[in-house]
């Protein structure tokens, strides 16, 4: 057990809907990174918070947005959901705020979009 | 973007036998990691590796970073069922707004 939590553990929503995924942290981790896992594009970076504040962007799409709040626990909007967008989501968290050193990760959210 | 290379994609071997993985890239990174993950789970550090030429060892499992900082292995001596699982490696950018960039895997199946 890493000590990080994602709610919930699977997801199955239609196309065009709009889905939270819950991640908290470990107690102390300031840093929180959001990361898409799909069979043919492997596991993705795609935002990290540290502090409540974005710090690094990746390959997020304009359809996905986040936030981590002042209790340090994150949320992942998914929107105008689509088939493509079908994957496992982890979170992972770390005491610092560089991604060099070790993430903690969450046991994830399996999204199907059917 | 930088790519990061595993070899191979696929091994299976026996219990016993000892494999190398391979993580390669053409670009430095500040430091190298890597994960074991099981299905249904989330990946678990083994390691971070930091200085060019370092070596660790886990156990049965020896890492090393290359000289440049390019590129990693993993190596396993006389592997065991419990070594199953897919093996990743990620490396860091320098700078505050960097992010890890996750290998291409390798998943290792160790038969008895």
């Known amino acids: 057990d890493s000590g990080v939590t994602q709610t919930p553990k699977h997801l199955i929503t239609a196309t065009g809907q709009r889905v939270t995924l819950r991640c908290s942290p470990r107690s102390g981790d300031l840093s929180v990174y959001w990361y898409q896992q799909s069979l043919d594009q492997g596991l993705q970076f795609l935002i990290q918070?540290?502090?409540?504040?974005?710090?690094a962007k990746g390959n997020i799409l304009e359809r996905f947005s986040a936030q981590q709040f002042p209790d340090l626990h994150s949320e992942l909007n998914l929107s105008s959901l689509e088939l493509g967008d079908s994957a496992l989501y982890f979170c992972?968290?770390?005491?610092?705020?560089?991604?060099?050193?070790?993430?903690?990760f969450g046991p994830g959210t399996r999204l199907t979009v059917t | 973007t930088q790519l990061l290379e595993q070899s191979p994609q696929f091994l299976s071997i026996q219990e016993g036998e000892n494999l190398t993985v391979y993580c390669n890239s053409s670009s430095v990174f500040s430091s190298l990691q890597w994960y074991r993950q099981e299905p249904g789970e989330g990946p678990v550090l083994l390691v971070t590796?930091?200085?060019?030429?370092e070596v660790k060892k886990l156990k049965r499992l020896t890492f090393q970073f290359g000289d440049a900082r390019k590129d990693s292995s993993l190596h396993i001596t006389a592997a065991q069922p419990g070594d199953t699982g897919l093996y990743l490696c990620a490396g860091a950018e320098t700078g505050t707004a960097s992010k890890l960039t996750f290998g291409t895997g390798t998943r290792l199946q160790v038969t008895l």
């Open positions: 590796v930091v200085t060019g030429g």
């Open positions: 992972a968290s770390s005491p610092r705020g560089h991604p060099g050193y070790e993430q903690y």
């Open positions: 918070y540290y502090n409540g504040e974005e710090r």
